[in-house]
Every structure is written in structure tokens, then in C-alpha cells.
């Protein structure tokens, strides 16, 4: 079972930043927070990881608590592409450690 | 930007035959996956695959799952005895082996249809 909790659904804005939040309590000090979404039936898409520092890239900002039990996806300047669903996921650290989705946040990107 | 590419991208088939679902990973990773997405639920890890060999599957790779790297740029997914219940979106990912904890990078997919 995916080791977060997320809400269901979210709006925002086009233009306006997006803070998606997820929640990760029982999360290991060897486990990483990950970043993906799916816009429509496509593959999911990698976004961004951290570990405990917050992470930037060209896509988002990903801003994780001190005590590392939740963390806030930001998503700076939202397009109406920006619609999908995210997930946050918790993976162990290892080259190849699997991917545990959970269902989600829908985010609607609204005119 | 390198891509992971999946043909095809549909598939039907009839129950009870066998099919092979194609994947090409992005060229300098060494780590393969396949994921597998029924309609409207969530995605599930299928198996993953390092140096020739399965590193580990979920209790849904049975024994009618099998994956291979035939050469040196395909992995490929096939079912044997394909049912009902195996009509999904299959995806492929791969990841890159210079650094732990490398993203897995996914294609669009391969929606199986089982009639």
C-alpha cells in the first residue's frame, strides 16, 4: 500500500502557483519523496525527488518539513496543461526499488 | 529529450492466446520496469529487471509473466495464456544506473484489450 496521503482533488487558478500537499508520517529515513503525474491515460511523468533538502528544477518546486513527514509540491506559474492527476510517492533508497502509486491528487487547472 | 517508446500502443487480443508487448528504454539506462494499469484504478508495479535477471516482481507476475531483453535495446513483456482480467495499460520505465535513486522514466503505454 502507498505510503502517503493525499487529497482527493484541487483547483487553482491558470497563472497562479499550485501547492500540492501529501503527507508521508511513517516515512523511513531511507526513503526518498517522489514526484510524478499522469495527464490523462499517458505514462506517468517524473517531476522531482528529495530526499530531505528542498529540490527545484525547470518544472517545480518540491518543499519537504524538517521532520520530514509531509511535504508540498509547488507548482509556480500553473497552465491549463498542468490538469492531471499527481502523485506523491515514498520510495526506498536502491538502484532499482519499485514505485508504489496511491490514487492521487486531481489537479484542475481552471481559465 | 531521450524517450521510452512502447509499441503498440493498443493490443487486442482474444482470450487465452499469448501476446508480447514491446518496449525500447532510453539507451544508457540499465534498469527496466513494467507497470501494468487497469481503467480507473491505480498503477501497479509488475516486476523490474537488472543485468539480465528479474530483481523483483509482485505477487501479479505469475507464472504466466515473462520478461526478457531479447538485445541490446528491447525488453519486452509477454503473457502467456492471456484472460479476461489482464485488459489493462501496460506501461514500460527504465532507469539509469550512474547514481542511486535515479527517476524511472515511463512510455505512453500499450493499452491491452482482452476479448
Known amino acids: 500500500d502507498a505510503k502517503t496521503t493525499q487529497p482527493t482533488s484541487m483547483d487553482c487558478a491558470e497563472g497562479r502557483a499550485a501547492n500540492l500537499p501529501c503527507n508521508h508520517s511513517?516515512?523511513?529515513?531511507?526513503?526518498?519523496v517522489y514526484w510524478y503525474r499522469q495527464i490523462h491515460s499517458q505514462g506517468p511523468q517524473y517531476i522531482i525527488h528529495g530526499l530531505k533538502n528542498n529540490e527545484t528544477n525547470e518544472m517545480a518546486s518540491l518543499i519537504i518539513t524538517e521532520d520530514r513527514k509531509s511535504s508540498t509540491l509547488i507548482l509556480p506559474h500553473a497552465t491549463l496543461r498542468d490538469t492531471a492527476v499527481y502523485y506523491c510517492i515514498v520510495r526506498v533508497t536502491g538502484a532499482n526499488s519499485k514505485l508504489t502509486f496511491g490514487k492521487g491528487i486531481t489537479l484542475s487547472v481552471r481559465p | 529529450e531521450p524517450e521510452v517508446t512502447q509499441t503498440p500502443s493498443h493490443q487486442v487480443t482474444q482470450m487465452g492466446q499469448e501476446v508480447i508487448l514491446r518496449c525500447v528504454p532510453i539507451?544508457?539506462?540499465?534498469?527496466f520496469y513494467w507497470y501494468r494499469q487497469i481503467l480507473g484504478q491505480k498503477v501497479e508495479f509488475l516486476v523490474s529487471?537488472?543485468?539480465?535477471?528479474?530483481?523483483?516482481k509482485s505477487e501479479i507476475f505469475d507464472d504466466q509473466f515473462s520478461v526478457e531483453r531479447p538485445d541490446g535495446s528491447n525488453f519486452t513483456l509477454k503473457i502467456r495464456s492471456t484472460k479476461l482480467e489482464d485488459s489493462a495499460m501496460y506501461f514500460c520505465?527504465?532507469?539509469?544506473?550512474?547514481?542511486?535513486?535515479?527517476?524511472?522514466?515511463f512510455g505512453d503505454g500499450t493499452r491491452l484489450s482482452i476479448l
Open positions: 520505465a527504465s532507469s539509469e544506473p550512474v547514481r542511486p535513486n535515479q527517476p524511472q522514466h
Open positions: 529487471f537488472y543485468n539480465n535477471e528479474i530483481s523483483e
Open positions: 539507451s544508457n539506462h540499465l534498469y
Open positions: 511513517t516515512i523511513s529515513g531511507n526513503e526518498y
